[in-house]
């Protein structure tokens, strides 16, 4: 660490979001402050990703040898089905929008807080209920269906799989009202001086993300809808006995969760746009570019759900098209990679924790994404479709993508949410373990993949034993950075330093107020007059990266 | 080279001419793909070396990319994911559409076991032949839920849709045999949906039809009712395996003692079994046969709810020659002492 | 400055454009919730089109064309209660909106007639139809029948109870000439009931 | 984004639209008997539900500019409704197009638009031995 520069020592807010207006636990849960509601959305997404990511565990523990391990096969399938479902409905899809979003995009914009703060509260209890009804169905026995829910089996299945659906139904809409916040946060409350040409980078991506989750979340709403209907009462809208069309419910089902996975990469990129210009000190290497390709991604996104069916029965004419469609798909991941990358040129390169993470995130989004392209090269596919080459390529671009970004954003606004700093050392330990554990735990799958091993398999032929004990190696090193991370973040919470209102010295617009923030944002409404992105003009005795000190 | 390159991808051997074809964009995507990967990442990595901060007060100068750099970007990928689609979709495509004169092969898949109907008649379970060096086209459903047709040694998949058909082909070059997977979750035994593809001398598979075809017209001649699985002359015990395992029986009911899906049929008959309700039957004649044709009604305990109804799929004397088959399995009862006083009925635990 | 801003909203004005498009985004949600039935309707008609067009024959069309008409005037009246309500004549507003919400429930009351002529001849959805198209298709017709307008008359329903709390409110003297943005908001959701409906009327009745 | 200066900005009794909601109205009435009497005429096949789908979109864009305002306001609310009708026809159209133009053989049995030569085919193979049936699909017990 470099030393503290001259200038005044950095100091913790004393009247913060925190303790205004109230510190009691009455006073979070009634809050419609947009920080708050944030950071229960953070630890609620949290204790989510906890309780999938123990799933996860049983499952490669499952997986060590080809027979029974250490359950039996109605419990594997159960699990790898809460495991989807907790990972993808309950974390991956709220957590950068409904966390971090909520959290600094009203800040972002110089807004005192979103425009219905009321419809953000309710998002978050219904959040909150869904993940309830989810709870109570997986208690009662949980479902067996995968998180894909495909009909006919997932309408015969005798396990709980209705109230998973309404759980997933009810969260669904909370991701609406989410995104409807945000879109108008955007359009009406950014403060003087922000146009749409300054508007941070995470705002723009925050803002696409915002435009899927309205356009497709109902109607997966109406599908889950329409299985729990079918499952309860065999109406026989997906029921091929019935003359139903089971390929019709892969239609509506992928209508929604193709562009769902752009609801879980948009954030990241979102916050990966910020982090390069903030460690390498540099304007951003095409700001419209960059802008304009989040919604080119969110908007294409929606053109490309039937390269899930390539195998799937589906017309060969339906697979032409939403094949070469998905390739456009890619290009606009590729152009911001690309300036990425260019934006290093030049710059002054600080390897902070989150910095670490971005590499993580360029190394998982590149090799996630042009797997992802090479599945959408057809005839690849129907060899590919369903095996673990398509668990490890979702897990990479996912997965692996948005944890990074996750926890890159976790330590790079640290200090903006708690007022404190973590301990760098310990975040090297930390991302090194967690990068290279995911690696190890998902390249090997790549390689069973190819090999020819089918996904959601309880038991295998022992030819892929070698394989599925590496990846299991490599989920264990990664459980143990979780957890490192998770210990030395506490710590930070108590005894970390103080951070000062911005301890990178960095350019966006929500480290221009004091840490953390108070409970109107900016003590006075702002008016900014330079880009967020912009590095060439830093005033000369910068800010620096500083240490701080012990308060 | 490409045989090294399939090592190096774990990629098992290729068994027709399609999957070669399909290998060869692989490696191609593949390579393509690590050089891109390989300048992307070496030009970061020389900037993150070249560029590191060197002190708190570095400045950076404002750097905004041409109209060029973006079309570049642009335009490079876009050109190569473009070529691969070219060549995967007409792959995809003449997959899907069967040479005239293909052998047609029926495929069924059920919960969790493929059947295949060959031209004439005859059927097998779990087993597919077909012979080398003629193409064959897979006409693909399934009687229960969606399933999925996968061969790695051929590259090959297709959805088997309850109630309609896909179609697939493949001609496969040498005799062998390749592995068969179900690739589409279809529930509680979904990884033991294996089958195996055996690919025979063209010749030997025209004398295995025949001899099948013959086969089947014996039966049919034999038995009263076209299709039954009761081959005359055999003894009802044995008539007894060979319905339950035609029918799948043994999928989930093991004869050996081992604990699978279902209870084991070894030592079955006269046992004493507690039910998930509580109650407590002996397992004879009458609750054996009640099993077959309600097995939701009386459920052991501590077993899954899975078994679907053989009401109206065995016939009666069927239904006896299984009944006699598990009465067959029951072994007698080992003492280690000397064989005295009275004699009790084995009751192991489950 | 008025006493509906909240605080973090610099005018009245900004606070009602941002009311508006809130509104509309919930908008956009909704027509999205139907177009899943619309699509899946669009599949099942074209595989079906034989039995979906004798289906349809046998609906009462003339009920279907009178609950257009009720539907479309009850827009007009709501409209013209905006109307009153910009000229800050909320009494008026509140009598239209009473009589918009009296248009809706004759809309159900007929709708609640039809739907008890079809659980006479068994025409009910899924394995519970009894009625008399043969193969899958007229219970499938059904399904999505039941389906589009069961929701349909859930929205109208929803409608109803908006426009009753804002018409009390508007009786009462809540909003003026220069605050009723409660009363173009739930218009507008009333509009879009009514815009459903005039895409359901030919899909179900007419086709 | 610029502020639009909505009826309720204006401080001035504003302009009314009463002439214009009532043409309106008359208009849909108008519009709904049309396509009532159309129908009865029961033109065939794809015009009969081109011309009645044509009318019900006349008549949704005149609810939508007039009713809901969209001709005086224009901006975010129109991009919203237009963005959401551009996924309306991509999720019916897309789906569609691959019943469309699936393999005959991968629609329900029972479907009107499976060619009924090759099903003809089909069936005449079972009924000479080349082809086993294919198994009945089981009834879901009600």
């Not at chain 1, 001259?6 to 009634?30: C, F």
């Not at chain 2, 799929?313 to 005295?340: D, M, N, Q």
């Not at chain 3, 908006?162 to 220069?178: P, S, T």
């Amino acid at each position: 660490m470099s030393p503290l520069p001259a200038g005044d020592p950095p100091v913790y807010a004393a009247r913060n979001y925190l303790n205004t207006p109230a510190t009691g636990l009455r006073s979070w849960l009634t809050t419609l402050d947009h920080k708050r509601i944030g950071v229960m959305f953070l630890v609620a997404t949290l204790v989510a990703f906890a309780l999938g990511g123990v799933f996860a565990l049983l499952i490669r523990i499952e997986l060590l040898t080809p027979g029974p391990t250490i359950m039996d096969a109605m419990t594997y399938n159960r699990i790898f089905t809460l495991h989807g479902v907790v990972m993808i409905f309950l974390f991956m899809i709220p957590a950068i929008p409904s966390g971090f979003g909520n959290f600094l995009l009203p800040i972002m914009l110089g807004a005192r807080d979103v425009a219905f703060p009321r419809l953000n509260l309710l998002s978050f209890y219904l959040y909150l209920a869904g993940a309830a009804i989810a709870l109570w169905g997986m208690i009662h026995g949980g479902a067996d269906t995968g998180w894909t829910f495909y009909t006919p089996y997932s309408t015969t299945t005798t396990t709980k799989v209705v109230p998973i659906l309404l759980g997933a139904f009810v969260v669904g809409f909370s991701s609406i009202l989410t995104g409807l916040n945000f879109i108008v946060t955007t359009h009406t409350l950014r403060a003087p001086g922000i146009t749409w040409s300054k508007l941070p980078l995470f705002v723009w991506s925050i803002y696409a993300t915002s435009v899927i989750q309205i356009l497709a979340t109902p109607v997966l709403g109406m599908t889950l809808l329409l299985v729990a209907i079918e499952h309860a009462f065999g109406w026989g809208i997906f029921d091929p006995a019935r003359g139903g069309d089971p390929v019709l419910f892969q239609h509506f089902f992928w209508f929604y969760s193709h562009p769902a996975v752009y609801i879980m990469i948009l954030p990241a990129m979102a916050v990966m746009s910020e982090v390069v210009c903030a460690f390498s000190r540099k304007n951003i290497f095409g700001y419209k570019a960059v802008a304009y390709s989040s919604l080119g991604i969110a908007f294409v996104g929606f053109f490309t759900w039937g390269h899930h069916l390539f195998t799937s029965g589906q017309s060969p004419y339906d697979a032409g098209v939403f094949g070469v469609l998905t390739m456009f798909v890619g290009i606009f991941t590729a152009i911001k990679i690309f300036n990425w990358v260019a934006t290093l040129y030049r710059g002054s390169i600080s390897f902070k924790t989150p910095f670490l993470y971005f590499l993580g995130f360029l190394f998982f989004l590149f090799f996630g994404g042009m797997t992802g392209v090479a599945l959408a090269t057809v005839s690849l596919d129907v060899h590919w479709q369903d095996t673990y080459f398509v668990v490890a390529h979702f897990h990479f671009i996912m997965v692996g993508s948005t944890i990074m970004a996750f926890l890159a954003a976790l330590h790079y606004w640290w200090p903006k949410l708690t007022g404190r700093l973590y301990s760098e050392r310990w975040g090297l330990v930390g991302a090194v373990l967690i990068i290279s554990g995911f690696v190890f735990t998902f390249l090997p799958q790549f390689l069973l993949g190819n090999e020819g091993m089918p996904r959601r398999y309880f038991a295998y032929p022992a030819r892929y034993q070698a394989l599925n004990v590496a990846s299991s190696a490599g989920a264990s090193v990664l459980a143990i950075g979780f957890s490192v991370v998770l210990v030395y973040l506490l710590v930070a919470l108590r005894h970390g330093p103080v951070a000062g209102s911005n301890p990178w010295g960095s350019r966006g617009y929500e480290w221009e107020t004091s840490s953390p923030p108070p409970l109107e944002n900016f003590e006075v409404v702002p008016a900014f007059e330079r880009g967020p992105h912009e590095y060439h003009d830093l005033p000369a005795a910068a800010p620096g990266a500083g240490e701080g000190r012990h308060a | 080279m490409s045989d090294l390159l399939r090592r190096l991808l774990f990629l098992p051997p290729a068994a027709s001419q399609h999957a070669r074809d399909v290998d060869s964009l692989h490696f191609f995507v593949v390579i393509t793909t690590m050089l891109a990967g390989l300048a992307i990442f070496g030009t970061a990595l020389a900037f993150m070396i070249r560029y590191r901060r060197r002190g708190e007060d570095d400045r950076t100068p404002e750097i905004q990319p041409r109209h060029w750099h973006e079309a570049l970007f642009i335009g490079v990928p876009l050109a190569f994911f473009l070529v691969w689609f070219a060549i995967g979709y007409p792959q995809f495509v003449e997959s899907t559409r069967a040479p005239p004169g293909a052998m047609d092969v029926f495929v069924m898949g059920k919960q969790w076991m493929w059947k295949f109907a060959y031209p004439g008649g005859p059927s097998s379970l779990d087993e597919l032949r077909v012979p080398a060096g003629r193409p064959v086209r897979l006409l693909i459903t399934s009687r229960d839920v969606i399933h999925s047709f996968f061969v790695p040694d051929l590259r090959l998949k297709q959805d088997a849709l309850p109630g309609r058909y896909t179609e697939t082909w493949f001609q496969a070059d040498a005799p062998g045999r390749h592995q068969i997977f179900c690739a589409e979750y279809c529930g509680l035994s979904h990884s033991g949906m294996l089958a195996e593809l055996v690919v025979m001398k063209p010749e030997e598979f025209d004398a295995w039809i025949a001899l099948q075809r013959r086969g089947l017209a014996r039966a049919q001649d034999a038995a009263a009712v076209p299709g039954d699985l009761l081959a005359a002359g055999s003894s009802l015990v044995e008539q007894g395996r060979n319905v339950a395992a035609v029918q799948g029986c043994l999928k989930c009911h093991s004869i050996d003692g081992s604990r699978h899906i279902g209870p084991t049929w070894r030592d079955l008959y006269r046992r004493r079994e507690r039910l998930s309700t509580g109650a407590v039957v002996t397992a004879d004649e009458a609750y054996l046969t009640r099993s077959m044709m309600d097995p939701a009604a009386e459920i052991v305990d501590g077993y899954q709810n899975v078994m679907p109804t053989y009401q109206g799929k065995l016939t009666p004397p069927e239904v006896a020659a299984v009944v006699e088959f598990i009465k067959s399995l029951k072994t007698p009862a080992v003492r280690a002492g000397p064989s005295e006083g009275p004699v009790y009925e084995s009751t192991p635990g489950r | 400055m008025h006493s509906a801003v909240a605080h973090h909203f610099e005018s009245l004005e900004k606070q009602a454009e941002a009311q508006r498009l809130g509104m509309w985004l919930f908008l956009a949600t909704e027509i999205l919730l139907f177009t899943a039935l619309f699509a899946a309707y669009g599949v099942y008609r074209f595989l079906y089109t034989a039995a979906f067009s004798e289906a349809s024959r046998g609906l009462e069309t003339w009920l279907g064309g009178v609950n257009t008409l009720i539907l479309v005037t009850s827009s007009f009246t709501v409209a013209m209660g905006l109307d009153a309500a910009t000229r800050g004549r909320t009494r008026r507003t509140a009598g239209l909106l009473g009589l918009s919400i009296l248009l809706g429930a004759v809309f159900l009351a007929l709708k609640a007639f039809e739907y008890h002529h079809h659980f006479a001849h068994g025409e009910l959805p899924g394995r519970y139809y009894t009625g008399p198209i043969a193969g899958s298709g007229g219970a499938l017709f059904f399904t999505l029948y039941f389906l589009i307008t069961g929701l349909h008359a859930i929205h109208v329903l929803i409608g109803m109870t908006v426009l009753a709390v804002v018409a009390v409110r508007c009786w009462r003297g809540a909003y003026d000439a220069e605050y009723h943005v409660p009363v173009e908001l739930a218009g507008l959701y009333w509009h879009l009931v009514d815009l459903i409906w005039i895409f359901v009327f030919p899909l179900v009745y007419l086709i | 984004m610029t502020a639009h200066a909505g009826d309720a900005a204006v401080p001035a009794p504003p302009h009314s639209h009463r002439g214009r909601y009532l043409a309106v109205w008359i208009a849909l009435l108008l519009l709904t008997g049309l396509t009532w009497g159309l129908s009865r005429s029961h033109v065939p096949g794809f015009a009969g539900v081109a011309i009645a789908l044509g009318i019900a979109i006349v008549k949704g864009t005149l609810v939508a500019l007039f009713f809901m305002h969209l001709w005086d306001r224009p901006g975010p609310s129109r991009l919203v409704l237009l963005s959401s009708l551009v996924f309306v026809a991509l999720l019916i159209g897309l789906t569609l197009l691959d019943v469309s133009t699936r393999s005959p053989l991968a629609l329900p049995p029972d479907a009107d638009t499976a060619p009924e030569a090759l099903r003809r085919t089909i069936l005449e193979e079972e009924a000479a031995g080349r082809r086993s049936p294919p198994e009945r699909l089981p009834r879901a017990t009600p």
